[in-house]
């Protein structure tokens, strides 16, 4: 299990601080993995605070550009030297308010591959592409290009439904677990022994009431979760919630 803690644009030092010390005191015992993904300008104090534990970091986003003139851009290497060992691409924030596109996505990862962080690959479908019932066509050219790649067996997927992003509103296990398993035989298509292995997090509204359900499925390998991970004793549940599903299985 991994659960990932995506902070947004949220957070002061002083934040960053409190709740990353209150992770260290309250998760030693966890047996499961735990990342968190604060925004840029916190990285480095994060790698500071998390040098000596096992909680992992990473960044919400990075540029499909190596280096060069490119203002405001954060390149893969930077990431690569600050210490992240994952970074978010394709987060559908990212798609729907800097457009985006899966060629730009792909770019990203192939990228992050290159300076050796594991990229986390979101895909999912908004409101009305499940209404128009095109939840797996989208799935579908979302994965294409990760499918294609030479490095599918060093990401990590994260299926986020769009509604169900800070909504409230989350995705049955059920509905996850369908769209899971669907993204498991993809993969399995090209190669069995990576769609065993693969790690598929689901996201959108995981909170600890609703975490033990989704994390039982036996296709979700944990979350990535963003309001709830800003509120530390909430996401300190989720970490002992799955460590609990971990263990009864
Ligand atoms: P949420 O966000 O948990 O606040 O719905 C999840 C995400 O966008 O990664």
């Keep these: 299990m991994l659960i990932a803690g995506n902070w947004k644009m949220h957070g002061t030092q002083s934040f960053t601080k409190e709740l990353i010390s209150y992770l260290l005191e309250n998760t030693k015992n966890t047996e499961h ?8 300008p916190y990285l480095l104090l994060i790698q500071e605070l ?3 534990s096992s909680i992992q970091f990473g960044a919400q986003d990075v540029s499909a ?10 390149s893969a290497s930077m990431l690569a030297d600050v210490g992240c060992r994952y970074v978010l691409i394709g987060h559908s924030e990212r ?3 800097h457009q985006e596109t899966n060629e730009i996505i792909a770019e990203k990862c192939q990228l992050a591959h290159q300076n050796k962080l594991v990229p986390i690959l979101c895909v999912g479908e908004t409101q009305f592409e499940r209404d128009a019932g095109s939840t797996y066509d989208v ?5 294409a290009s990760l499918l294609d790649s030479t490095f599918l067996e060093h990401a990590i997927i994260a299926y986020e439904p769009v509604w169900a992003i800070g909504t409230g509103k989350t995705a049955t296990p059920d509905e996850a677990q369908a769209v899971h398993r669907f993204i498991r035989e993809k ?7 990576i769609a065993d292995k693969i790690r598929i997090l689901y996201g959108g509204s995981v909170k600890a009431s609703n975490a033990a359900e989704l994390f039982s499925m036996p ?3 944990g979350g990535l979760i963003g309001g709830a ?14 460590k609990n599903v971990v263990m009864d299985i």
């Design 219 to 221: 296709d979700i390998d």
């Design 33 to 40: 993995e735990i990342a968190v993904f604060p925004p840029y």
């Design 65 to 74: 550009h190596d280096t060069g003139a490119y203002t405001g851009e954060v």
């Design 187 to 193: 993969i399995a298509k090209k190669n069995s022994s």
């Design 139 to 143: 799935i579908s050219s979302q994965l």
């Design 50 to 52: 998390l040098h000596a």
């Design 95 to 97: 798609r729907a308010y």
């Design 229 to 242: 991970s800003l509120k530390k004793e909430e996401f300190v549940a989720l970490c002992q919630m799955a």
